[in-house]
């Protein structure tokens, strides 16, 4: 099972489903995802829709949504879009998590909308399947991100110590092939893809994911891409 195909229901593991707010500027945006997360998504209940910076902020206060899953290029307010949004409702942080959806793949997109507090970023490129992963994990507290995409974040957010040294004995403790699927997941990448990039199955990237958390006393990928980060081993 790829950790796009997590199956918790809701944000605390329980039976609820994940209740879900679209905040996009195209109507015909949010009825395709609303759509594509109906049928490959049955735990993930969308509880409303906005298409501008102030009907979004409205509705993360009215609704408590567990996500919101909203683009970064949107109209109204003072300009900011989706990170402005994320911003004026960070008091409702960690009730409510964001998780960015855009077309745009460039940095500054990036880093405006994490920093602002989102938990997550990926592009419309994104399956459907893999979409209701991400949100599952941003929902559970986890990092979502598109590969290539966690890297500007590491860029903008590294702890700025680059002759911090790496920890022999913390490494050793992992396998080469351990290493290689560390530093691919740590970079955002899903499971189903670690396993195609390594020519194994993604049962094996689980069982290496599984043994590197539990060696380097990690308790989530978020924790091991700051590790990984803090090393400067991405």
């Known amino acids: 099972m ?24 195209h109507a015909m945006v949010r009825s395709g995802v609303r759509t594509e997360l109906a049928q490959h998504a049955p735990d ?23 996500v919101v899953l909203l683009d970064v290029h949107l109209p109204g307010g003072q300009g900011g879009g989706g990170a402005e949004v994320v911003s004026a409702c960070t008091a409702l942080l ?23 507090g989102a938990r997550g970023y990926v592009t419309k490129a994104i399956s459907a399947p893999d979409l209701a ?11 979502a991100f598109s590969p290539r995409l ?30 290689e699927v560390m530093r691919l997941i740590a970079r955002g990448y899903t499971y189903k893809e670690v396993a195609a990039e390594l ?17 380097l006393q990690l308790s989530s990928r978020h924790e091991l891409t700051r590790w990984a980060a803090d090393r400067r081993l991405l």
């Open 44 to 66: 993930l209940d969308i509880v409303g829709e906005a298409e501008d910076v102030e009907g979004a902020v409205a509705a993360v206060q009215a609704l408590r949504p567990d």
């Open 94 to 116: 960690p009730v409510t998590r964001f998780l960015a959806l855009s077309v745009s793949d460039a940095s500054e997109d990036v880093v405006a909308v994490i920093r602002a």
């Open 2 to 25: 790829s950790e796009t195909d997590t199956t918790a229901a809701g944000p605390a593991g329980g039976d609820a489903p994940i209740r879900v707010l679209l905040v996009d500027d």
């Open 133 to 143: 992963g991400a949100v599952r994990r941003v929902a559970a507290g986890d990092a």
């Open 199 to 215: 020519f194994i199955s993604i049962k094996t990237v689980e069982t290496h994911v599984s043994a590197v958390l539990r060696k």
């Open 150 to 179: 966690a890297g500007f974040v590491l860029d903008a957010f590294g702890t700025g110590v680059g002759d911090l040294a790496v920890r022999d004995d913390e490494l050793d403790r992992l396998t080469s092939r351990e290493r």
